[in-house]
T-cell receptor, first 113, second 113 residues
Framework: GAGVSQSPRYKVAKRGQDVALRCDPI?????LFWYQQALGQGPEFLTY????????KSGLPSDRFFAERPEGSVSTLKIQRTQQEDSAVYLC???????????FGPGTRLTVL | DQQVKQNSPSLSVQEGRISILNCDYT??????FLWYKKYPAEGPTFLIS?????DKNEDGRFTVFLNKSAKHLSLHIVPSQPGDSAVYFC????????????FGKGTLLTVNP
């Protein structure tokens, strides 16, 4: 498929566990974004990469959240010591450039018990 | 503090009629507006956008209207089809940080056959 893919699609974690969420953007897309969507809410911006450079991480809710894109393609969002309030759908999007339409993946639904 | 507001959580219309989805915003720095459509268990899909230099943009059955003085935009779907049933998100971005989308909470549109 040529779209944005995310894995796993569903993740259940016990409070205090670390989790890693993966995003495979569309090939050739320079820009990559992470969003968090809580139940009943719209997606909220977390962070933005241009190639391997993280240009904006202003939306990350705490220092437990960390994102990387070391080779400018695949990205990983890591959440350390998960809390119940981290339960949400985490959406990844990519675009050809920051000015272009963002294409979203299906999301990873994280449930923290 | 919601900068993008979709005050109607749901809307139900008859097939063939017009669907009008509304969105209000508070941030005067927003200069680009988008509508995304989301089916269950999928990521949002871009539908149509409008720049603040325009007041109308049309694409097939979809038209977006922007009233800058009222900080209001609307999405018109004519004629509505059952396949249009989905959650519609209004989103906006600001000058200087055009990559960062701010979303509303969404409106669930149901088109009845």
């Amino acid at each position: 498929g040529a779209g944005v893919s995310q894995s796993p699609r569903y993740k259940v974690a016990k409070r205090g566990q670390d989790v890693a969420l993966r995003c495979d953007p569309i090939s050739g897309h320079v820009s990559l974004f992470w969003y968090q969507q809580a139940l009943g809410q719209g997606p909220e911006f977390l962070t933005y990469f241009q190639n391997e450079a993280q240009l904006d991480k202003s939306g990350l809710p705490s220092d437990r959240f960390f994102a990387e894109r070391p080779e400018g393609s695949v990205s990983t969002l890591k959440i350390q010591r998960t809390q119940q309030e981290d339960s949400a759908v985490y959406l990844c999007a990519s675009s050809f450039s920051s000015y272009n339409e963002q294409f979203f993946g299906p999301g990873t639904r994280l449930t923290v018990l | 503090d919601q900068q993008v507001k979709q005050n109607s959580p749901s809307l139900s219309v008859q097939e063939g009629r017009i669907s009008i989805l509304n969105c209000d915003y508070t941030n005067s720095m927003f200069d680009y507006f988008l509508w995304y459509k989301k089916y269950p268990a999928e990521g949002p899909t871009f539908l149509i956008s409008i720049s603040s230099i325009k007041d109308k943009n049309e694409d097939g059955r979809f038209t977006v209207f922007l009233n800058k003085s009222a900080k209001h935009l609307s999405l018109h779907i004519v004629p509505s089809q059952p396949g249009d049933s989905a959650v519609y998100f209004c989103a906006a971005s600001a000058r200087g940080s055009n990559y960062k989308l701010t979303f509303g909470k969404g409106t669930l549109l149901t088109v009845n056959p």
